[in-house]
């Protein structure tokens, strides 16, 4: 069965640091892009980072750029999302996914170029 499981989430004070990990099951994840988005309710969900596999880019969305890190380990099977400089603006529910493509060339922070999805964790970010 294809899963992605989110953890590392929680409160943080602003300023403060997490990392969210996301591990997969049911395929290897060292041929496929990976990503990260979040949602606040009564919003779209918004593409955070990714990562290319063709090319090991990344690519971040202006408000987290210098402050979120995207990395995998293909040997765990695992991707993580380091954020540091928390702001209140970060809380969201984040989802990691991976790319319906294996090897695409390149990246994008793009719903439709992905699947499947993590079922979502929360980032509260608040004094």
């Known amino acids: 069965q294809v899963q992605l499981v989110e953890s590392g989430g929680g409160l943080v004070q602003p300023g403060g640091s997490l990392r969210l990990s996301c591990v997969a099951s049911?395929?290897?994840?060292?041929?496929?892009?990976i990503a990260w988005f979040r949602q606040v309710p009564g919003k779209e969900r918004e593409g955070v980072s990714c990562?290319?596999?063709?090319?090991?880019?990344?690519y971040y969305a202006d408000s987290v750029k210098g402050r979120f890190t995207i990395s995998k380990d293909n040997a765990k099977n695992m991707m993580y999302l380091q954020m540091s400089s928390l702001k209140p603006g970060d809380t969201a529910v984040y989802y990691c996914?991976?790319?319906?493509?294996?090897?695409?060339?390149?990246?994008?922070?793009?719903?439709?170029?992905?699947?499947?999805w993590g079922q979502g964790i929360q980032v509260i970010v608040s004094s």
């Open positions: 990562l290319s596999v063709s090319d090991g880019n990344t």
């Open positions: 996914a991976t790319d319906l493509i294996p090897l695409r060339v390149g990246c994008a922070i793009r719903e439709s170029d992905y699947g499947p």
């Open positions: 049911g395929f290897t994840l060292d041929k496929y892009a």
